[in-house]
Each structure stands twice: as structure tokens, then as C-alpha cells.
């Protein structure tokens, strides 16, 4: 594996009327000021090294982030049937095949503590 950053600065000759030698025969021009590089390489262990280290945190993110959409989706499954039980049993008590909940019983109207 082998990397390598470079960077120029250039400066841009325009022609000048003060100069005469600049005004007509002159093309415009860009005349390089500064140049940079460097270059550096990894061996092969080293590379298997980062590579290495780097599929491990890719694939435990991949993880992380199907593992929170198999969560998401179970608690989305387990509200809709809790849901679905209490539509259920709303439909059963208004039609009088099941006796009437202790929670909305009308003969229960006294304090829970004295």
C-alpha cells in the first residue's frame, strides 16, 4: 500500500502596461512558486494489520445496526399485538361474551387506600 500527498502554489503572470516587455509578447502564465511532497508506504503486515482493524469496526457497526432494526422491529411486533389483544377484547365485552374487566368494573367506586 502506498500513499503520497502533494501541493503546488502557483502565482499568475498578467501583462503589465509599465512594462514593455510584458505587453504584447507575454501569454498569460502560470509559473510555479512552491512545490511539496510526501510519500510513504505500509508492508504487507502492516496493511493486513489495519485492514484487519478496520473490517472489524465495519462489520461490528453492520452488526450493531441490524441488530437495532431486529429490535426495533420486535418491540413494533409485540406493541401491535398487545394492541390487537385489547381491540380484541374491547369487542368481545361490548358484545357480553365475557365478563367486564376488574379495572372498569362500576361497583368498584371506593378508595383504593382509607
Do not use: H
Amino acid at each position: 500500500m502506498r500513499a503520497a500527498k502533494r501541493i503546488q502554489i502557483n502565482l499568475r503572470l498578467v501583462r503589465n502596461s509599465d512594462f514593455v516587455e510584458t505587453n504584447s509578447t507575454m501569454p498569460l502564465l502560470m509559473m510555479p512558486v512552491f512545490w511539496a511532497s510526501e510519500e510513504g508506504s505500509l508492508t504487507k503486515s502492516l496493511a493486513n494489520e489495519f485492514k484487519e482493524k478496520v473490517y472489524v469496526a465495519k462489520y461490528g457497526m453492520e452488526g450493531a445496526v441490524w441488530g437495532g432494526v431486529g429490535l426495533g422491529g420486535l418491540v413494533f411486533l409485540t406493541m401491535t399485538l398487545c394492541f390487537l389483544g385489547l381491540v380484541i377484547q374491547q369487542c368481545r365485552y361490548r358484545r357480553g361474551n365475557q365478563r367486564r374487566p376488574a379495572a372498569i368494573n362500576p361497583d368498584e367506586d371506593g378508595p383504593l387506600l382509607n
